[in-house]
């Protein structure tokens, strides 16, 4: 089987390069040129573990390939991936979806045999229709259906992720392109991962629901560790405390500066956005885009407070920029709060 990834960044080249590892063949476009040009070396653009190795072995084997211009690939792809990138849009906090519609442009004049076109890009809920709209707008006559596939990996620790993900979920009506998704993900089924087929617009709702539930629980342990210090309890023995109960679980309840990174304060900030426009306000996902916020904006009062008073302090040093270990990502991380307000200060 052929697939084409349109967007080629942590997503991007990480799916592709797992599929080409499951024996798929691939090509991963962007239209970042220098990015292509390292790639095609084996020059990684990020750092992800382990990523480097699978890159050069793959494209060694001649399944991973790497173009500028999807018109070639696209042709002769059972699958057609869009993974690029939904930042917040400026001024009201929606996603941002002019990638996912130029992409959608771009391969409506392209598209050849029929495709399947898969969402891997966070959305939300409808813009599965909207890119089948936009298809059908500029080519009438394209064979193709769309499908829904959030991806839950997590970088630093991407591939294990993408090769033995808790689950895989797609949303999508049709069977033909349920066959396609069903072949492109069979090793992992042979695995016995739990796959979910589920209406599209349900699949694009589990991925903000999932990212969501996840910053509540940062949120929630953030705050208690606030009442932590003002009642004199430990916090590190009430996050065990609480997350040997099973119901609860041990992830995601260590407090720190507040969650960032380049999903959870977009992916947060966009289902509040949805749930007002549909007329069905989520305050507690609003709670915590706020407290979040705040935290992140006033951690550096609590560092200052740190510092002896009687030392004339000229260098602070911080350690660990990104919202997270083994990640070079910086996009939202807490230090670009942190950092920019102590320098004020000291
Ligand atoms: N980064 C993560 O950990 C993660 C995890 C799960 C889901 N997601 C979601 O996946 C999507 C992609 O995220 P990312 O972090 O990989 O983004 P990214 O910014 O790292 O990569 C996006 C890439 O798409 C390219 N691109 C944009 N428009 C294009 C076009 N028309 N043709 C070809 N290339 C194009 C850009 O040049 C860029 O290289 C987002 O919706 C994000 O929310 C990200």
Redesign the pocket.
């Known amino acids: 089987m052929r697939i084409t990834i349109?967007?080629?960044?942590?997503?991007?080249l990480v799916s592709g390069t797992c599929f080409a590892e499951f024996g798929v063949n691939v090509v991963c476009?962007?239209?970042?040129h220098e990015?292509i040009r390292k790639l095609r070396k084996g020059v990684i653009p990020?750092f992800e573990p382990g990523l480097k190795e699978l890159v050069k072995k793959n494209i060694k084997e001649k399944r991973l390939f790497f173009e500028t211009d999807?018109s070639k690939s696209i042709k002769n792809s059972s699958a057609i991936f869009i993974?690029?990138?939904?930042p917040s849009r400026r001024g009201d906090g929606h996603a941002d979806l002019s990638?996912v519609y130029?992409?959608a442009e771009?391969i409506a004049k392209n598209i050849g045999k029929y495709s399947v076109i898969v969402n891997?890009?966070?959305?939300p809920i409808g813009t599965g229709k909207k890119v089948s709209e936009i298809i059908k707008k500029i080519n009438p006559s394209a064979n193709f259906d769309v499908a829904s596939n959030?991806?839950?990996?997590?970088?630093g620790s991407?591939i294990n992720d993408f090769m033995r993900p808790d689950r895989v979920v797609i949303g999508c009506d049709n069977e033909k392109a349920k066959n396609i998704l069903k072949e492109l993900y069979r090793p992992l089924f042979l695995l016995e991962t739990p796959i979910l087929f589920t209406k599209r617009e349900t699949a694009e709702l589990i991925?903000y629901a999932a990212n969501s539930f996840l910053a509540t629980k940062i949120t929630f342990i953030n705050e208690i560790s606030d009442l932590c210090e003002k009642v004199g309890a430990n916090i590190g023995d009430v996050s065990v405390g609480i997350g040997l109960d099973g119901r609860i679980g041990k992830k995601f309840l260590h407090p720190g500066p507040g969650y960032g990174?380049?999903?959870f304060p977009?992916?947060t900030l966009a289902l509040v956005k949805t749930a007002q426009d549909y007329r069905s306000p989520l305050k507690l996902v609003e709670h915590v885009v706020n407290s979040n916020k705040k935290r992140k904006q006033s951690m550096y009062k609590r560092i200052i407070k740190a510092i002896p008073k009687t030392n004339n302090i000229k260098t602070v040093t911080i350690l660990g920029l990104t919202f997270k270990p083994n990640t070079d990502?910086m996009r939202d991380s807490p230090s670009l709060d942190i950092i920019p307000s102590l320098l004020k200060k000291i």
């Open positions: 349109v967007g080629t960044g942590y997503v991007g476009v962007d239209k970042d990015k990020i999807l993974a690029v990138g939904t990638y130029k992409a771009e891997k890009s966070t959305v959030p991806e839950f990996l997590r970088e991407a991925k990174g380049s999903c977009k992916d990502d």
